[in-house]
């Protein structure tokens, strides 16, 4: 049995790149393997340092995975400050990873360049503590969006400098996974970049039919194309993307042939592609609030997490700690 871990950071509502780069493969992968799947509160600490909400954006995390179809009684499902183990393994890799390859890290380029007044060491390390989320457990596969490939390829540069180091093979070089084979990046409507939670792009799991419609007529198009097979400029290729994943084949292949014979209707291929999300989200929003207002379920679910999880870290953290040549009297 394979061990799989992803984890999110809860610094807004979930979205459909959240869905589709994670929680979807995640929700597939969970009853064939061992996993583990966790909210990222340390990590949001880096970037929304807000005591007043995190804890209910921990919440909105938490109820909207579970809506999405994770299962506790199959999945461990824990917040990651309740397994303060990974904190230790954080400061222990922490002493073979160099500050030259943390400042290369595309993500802490792109945090500087957005956020220069708060270059904390926290953000430095944020790789440091992802690879110690993930070697916590030891796993193997780890489902995420094209977004986070570096991070993973730096976790597997860790792993195997401790290996080296210490001449032992403990840690495993974990792979990224998504079911397609090709890691995804779902793309926002605004015409470029990446969905996101603060870019203000994003289509959330808890969005209504309406608002759904409304922010997908929205997106940004061109006045369509007028030579046939022509190259999609941006903005219309994300729409394909984003089609691709919520549509059926058929229907892709329908608006990608009216858009190559350059019979396309823009509308149309918006309405489409509206119902089409709303069919995947609609299902998955009925079941948010239910289990958000359900206290005893939600503290359940997070204290069997918990102990489950510290279980598991508990064996990586006193190997390491013993390879390392920390040992009790
Ligand atoms: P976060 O919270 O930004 O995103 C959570 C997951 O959603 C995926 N994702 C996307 N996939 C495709 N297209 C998008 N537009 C898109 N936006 C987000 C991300 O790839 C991710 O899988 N550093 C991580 C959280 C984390 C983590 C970990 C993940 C911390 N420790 C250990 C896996 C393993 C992050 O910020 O994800």
């Known amino acids: 049995m394979d061990t799989v871990l992803?984890?999110?950071?809860?610094?807004?509502?979930?979205?459909?790149?959240?869905?589709?780069?994670?929680?979807k493969n995640f929700v597939k992968m969970q009853h064939e393997n061992r996993c583990f799947f966790f909210i990222a509160d340390y990590h949001s600490l880096t970037t929304h340092p807000d005591p007043v909400?995190?804890?209910?954006?921990?919440?909105?995390?938490l109820?909207?995975?579970?809506?999405?179809?994770?299962?506790?009684?199959?999945?461990?499902?824990?917040?990651?400050?309740?397994?303060?183990?990974?904190?230790e393994l954080s400061l222990l890799l922490s002493m073979h990873a160099y500050v030259g390859e943390l400042e290369r890290t595309a993500?802490?380029?792109?945090?500087?360049r957005k956020h220069p007044d708060n270059i904390n060491a926290g953000l430095l390390n944020y790789p440091v503590l992802m690879a110690a989320d993930i070697l916590l457990h030891r796993a193997k596969y780890v489902p995420v969006g094209k977004d986070q490939e570096q991070h993973l390829e730096m976790t597997r540069r860790f792993a195997r400098r401790f290996n080296q180091i210490y001449n032992v093979d403990f840690l495993p070089e974990s792979e990224p996974y998504n079911f397609g084979h090709e890691l995804i990046k779902i793309?926002?409507?605004d015409g470029n970049g990446k969905m996101g939670k603060s870019e203000g792009n994003g289509i959330f799991l808890a969005d209504t039919d309406d608002a759904i419609r409304k922010k997908v007529m929205r997106a940004v198009t061109d006045s369509g194309p007028t030579v046939p097979n022509q190259q999609m400029p941006e903005p219309i290729a994300n729409i394909f993307t984003i089609?691709?994943?919520?549509?059926?084949?058929d229907t892709y292949d329908h608006f990608l042939a009216a858009y190559n014979d350059c019979s396309i209707r823009y509308g149309d291929l918006k309405k489409q592609l509206a119902e089409d999300i709303i069919q995947v989200v609609a299902?998955?929003?009925?079941?948010?609030?239910?289990?958000?207002?359900?206290?005893?379920?939600?503290?359940?679910?997070?204290?069997?997490?918990?102990e489950r999880a510290r279980a598991s870290a508990d064996a990586t953290i006193k190997g390491v700690r013993e390879i390392m040549g920390i040992k009790p009297f």
């Open 243 to 249: 089609m691709k994943v919520v549509s059926s084949a």
């Open 187 to 189: 793309p926002g409507l």
């Open 6 to 23: 992803s984890g999110i950071r809860p610094t807004g509502r979930l979205h459909l790149g959240n869905y589709f780069g994670a929680l």
């Open 107 to 112: 993500s802490f380029k792109d945090k500087i």
């Open 283 to 306: 299902p998955i929003r009925a079941r948010i609030e239910d289990i958000r207002s359900n206290e005893a379920y939600l503290h359940k679910v997070v204290t069997e997490g918990a």
């Open 53 to 61: 909400h995190l804890h209910d954006n921990v919440r909105n995390a």
């Open 63 to 87: 109820s909207e995975y579970l809506a999405a179809g994770l299962d506790p009684e199959v999945a461990t499902i824990y917040i990651q400050s309740d397994v303060p183990q990974v904190a």
